[in-house]
């Protein structure tokens, strides 16, 4: 079920009509927020810090908040028979409903959207409470996903009004595995990239600071497209993947079959020590995808990565993948999906300079995805 985005405004010259933050929170619908809470503090590392439900005057759905650094979950489920959250995830499966972001001025965002052909969902709004009071909108984006515009530099209750700060049985690490989101990926129909790539710059005034087009991100079975944008500041990057001609079935395709739609297909986390993220997260249950031990034997990858600090001996134990630009190196890692279907995953990123998203790993992370693939017979 996509959303009729107008494709036909002139302008696309990139501009910033409006003040970007960053991310604000990452919002999940879920099948069972208590349990997907939990899961996102002991395996995840990230700690509780709010709680909506019937108990706080919310009798439809019940959400957890979860902070890790700058980055915010909100996981959300429906507390009663016959909502169209409880609809969403009977088609969808869990997944993410709304990419908010933080901006100077809502009213200035939600209109510039609007003239540049988006669909709002929610016009500007003063919501609060005894702790002050915060500026909502927002607008559709992909698939089901919308963004919600949240201004909430009058606000210091534990996330919006309605919450509370109730105490939490469960709790996340002690020290945080990620600090901050680093970027969220669309997964659209085949064909529909360029659109959405428009989108961004036409509503948000993002330009396009990566492509991957022709043949670069493609393996002997598979293929797809991706084009990232961002916000001049690079504090919120989106990368846009669509499938490609290939021989079998992409991870896009795949995506796009089990979640019914378009979507978030991945959510990349910031780590500023990825070995100790993964340990920890390991510990906790993640599953990362494995990398063949060859990666690290070929005599090339330290010619390309040139000098890094981690050695390779610790990344090959973990698997965490390595990639250089002009700017400096990362180094990353992918999960398998969280959940039932093979839906939505995480990465976790830790840059040295680099503004990519790990090139040159591609061709690793898309064998490593296609052997699962074939594990669940969807190659
Ligand atoms: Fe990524």
Not at 23 to 42: E, K, L, M, P
Not at 44 to 58: D, I
Not at 236 to 242: A, D, G, L, R, S
Request: with cysteine; net charge negative; proline share 6%.
């Amino acid at each position: 079920m996509s959303t009729p985005v107008g494709v036909a405004a002139a302008n696309t010259t990139p501009s910033t009509p409006f003040d970007i933050h960053g991310f604000d929170a990452i919002v999940f619908a879920v099948g069972n927020a208590f349990q997907s809470a939990h899961f996102f503090a002991t395996a995840f590392g990230m700690s509780p810090v709010a709680y909506r439900g019937p108990e706080t005057g919310s009798p439809d759905e019940c959400s957890y908040v979860l902070r890790s650094g700058t980055a915010c979950f909100v996981v959300t489920g429906a507390a009663r028979a016959g909502t169209e959250l409880g609809e969403y995830v009977h088609h969808h499966g869990d997944g993410v409903v709304d990419v908010a972001l933080s901006v100077s001025d809502v009213g200035a965002a939600y209109d510039h959207a609007l003239a540049q052909g988006a669909r709002g969902l929610a016009e500007p709004h003063r919501t609060g409470d005894g702790d002050g009071t915060v500026m909502l909108a927002s607008i559709a984006a992909y698939g089901r996903v919308r963004h919600t515009f949240v201004d909430r530099s009058r606000y210091r209750g534990a996330h919006l009004p309605g919450y509370t700060s109730a105490p939490f049985a469960m709790s996340g690490a002690a020290v945080p595995y990620f600090q901050a989101v680093d970027h969220c990926v669309a997964a659209v129909e085949a064909g529909r990239m360029d659109e959405w790539v428009d989108f961004y710059q036409r509503v948000f005034g993002f330009d396009t600071m990566a492509e991957f087009v022709d043949g670069e991100i493609s393996t002997k079975f598979s293929a797809l497209r991706s084009r990232v944008v961002a916000d001049p500041r690079r504090q919120v990057k989106f990368p846009v993947v669509e499938p490609a001609q290939s021989a079998r079935h992409s991870q896009v395709d795949e995506f796009l079959q089990f979640y019914g739609g378009p979507g978030v297909q991945h959510v990349a986390l910031a780590t500023d020590d990825i070995l100790a993220a993964i340990d920890g997260m390991r510990a906790g249950g993640v599953e990362f995808l494995p990398t063949p031990d060859s990666y690290y034997d070929d005599p090339g990858l330290l010619d390309r990565m040139g000098p890094i600090t981690t050695p390779v001996a610790e990344l090959a134990r973990r698997g965490a993948l390595v990639d250089r630009d002009e700017h400096g190196h990362l180094l990353q890692i992918l999960t398998r999906p969280p959940q039932d279907r093979p839906t939505g995953f995480f990465e976790l990123i830790e840059r040295h300079g680099s503004q990519g998203f790990g090139v040159g790993n591609f061709a690793a992370l898309f064998q490593a995805i296609e052997r699962e693939q074939d594990r669940r017979g969807n190659l």
